[in-house]
């Protein structure tokens, strides 16, 4: 299984969202997004909501959170889990509860060599290519941030596998439901998202829609028809 994880601070400031660094965290975040930005999210119209973002299913995923709706979908710690990422925002401390969870986690650093990497230092675009080899092939693809990554990889493994590859793109506003619910005993999560699991597997192979991306959905467009069918 491959899954991409899009936390990089850069993209945590963007979103505005807030997670549990606390005041730290916050005086950081606003700080990147006004080094990145000049204020534009202090402008009127422009200011986020944090906790009405996430409701909307808009904040990103932290990696522990990845982790418990795999664990909840039933992948165990015997599950192969190859994460594709850029550099997420404070690793040490939400990768740790990833790591415990699925102990087979691989990267491309933990994968190749050093001295193998050492030619794709200083190049996101190609360290990009080496993750993106690696989910192409995956059994299972799971993604649940936006972007041309996933989306290209979306398209080009529904194109390798005639519309059957099996990805998991859950719905973001129905997990929050469940995280955010204090309540929530373990049996009562691992049926919602073996739901979630259950909606993504039964949409079959998706066709594109008038404005949907053809390199996300190459079918019917990109895709041969044989005689007879």
Same mark, same amino acid.
């Given at each position: 299984?491959? %899954?991409?994880?899009?936390?990089?601070?850069?993209?945590?400031?963007?979103?505005?969202?807030?997670?549990?660094?606390?005041?730290?965290?916050? /005086?950081?975040?606003?700080?990147?997004?006004? =080094?990145?930005? %000049?204020?534009?999210?202090?402008?009127? #119209?422009?200011? !986020?909501?944090?906790?009405?973002n %996430?409701?909307?299913g $808009?904040?990103?995923?932290?990696?522990?959170?990845?982790?418990?709706?795999?664990?909840?979908?039933?992948?165990?710690?015997? *599950?192969?889990?190859?994460?594709?990422? #850029?550099?997420?925002?404070?690793?040490?401390?939400? @990768?740790? +509860?990833?790591?415990?969870?699925? +102990?087979?986690?691989?990267t491309?650093?933990?994968?190749?060599?050093?001295?193998?990497?050492? $030619?794709?230092?200083?190049?996101?675009? =190609?360290?990009a290519?080496?993750?993106? *080899?690696?989910?192409?092939?995956?059994?299972?693809?799971? *993604?649940?941030? #936006?972007?041309?990554?996933?989306?290209?990889?979306?398209?080009?493994? =529904?194109?390798?596998?005639g519309?059957?590859? $099996?990805? !998991?793109?859950?719905?973001?506003?129905?997990?929050?439901?469940?995280?955010?619910?204090?309540?929530?005993?373990?049996?009562?999560? $691992?049926?919602?998202?073996?739901?979630?699991?259950?909606?993504?597997? !039964? %949409? #079959? /192979?998706?066709?594109?829609? +008038?404005?949907?991306?053809?390199? *996300?959905?190459?079918? +019917?467009?990109? @895709?041969?028809?044989?005689?007879? !069918?």
């Amino acid at each position: 299984m491959s %899954r991409c994880i899009s936390v990089s601070k850069r993209l945590v400031a963007f979103s505005c969202c807030t997670y549990d660094g606390g005041r730290k965290e916050k /005086i950081e975040m606003e700080n990147a997004r006004e =080094r990145s930005w %000049r204020g534009k999210f202090h402008r009127p #119209g422009r200011v !986020i909501n944090p906790e009405a973002n %996430r409701r909307d299913g $808009k904040c990103p995923l932290t990696p522990l959170e990845v982790g418990m709706m795999l664990r909840g979908m039933g992948f165990d710690n015997t *599950t192969f889990l190859y994460v594709a990422s #850029g550099k997420i925002y404070n690793a040490a401390k939400y @990768m740790a +509860p990833l790591g415990q969870m699925f +102990p087979l986690l691989q990267t491309k650093d933990t994968l190749a060599l050093s001295e193998e990497l050492a $030619k794709f230092e200083g190049y996101s675009s =190609r360290l990009a290519a080496l993750d993106y *080899t690696i989910c192409v092939q995956s059994e299972v693809f799971v *993604t649940t941030q #936006g972007g041309n990554f996933p989306h290209f990889l979306m398209g080009h493994r =529904r194109y390798l596998l005639g519309g059957n590859a $099996k990805t !998991i793109k859950p719905d973001k506003r129905k997990l929050v439901l469940s995280f955010d619910d204090p309540n929530i005993r373990w049996s009562r999560f $691992k049926h919602h998202m073996l739901e979630i699991l259950h909606h993504s597997d !039964i %949409r #079959g /192979i998706a066709f594109r829609k +008038p404005n949907d991306s053809i390199y *996300t959905f190459p079918m +019917p467009d990109c @895709m041969c028809q044989q005689d007879g !069918i």
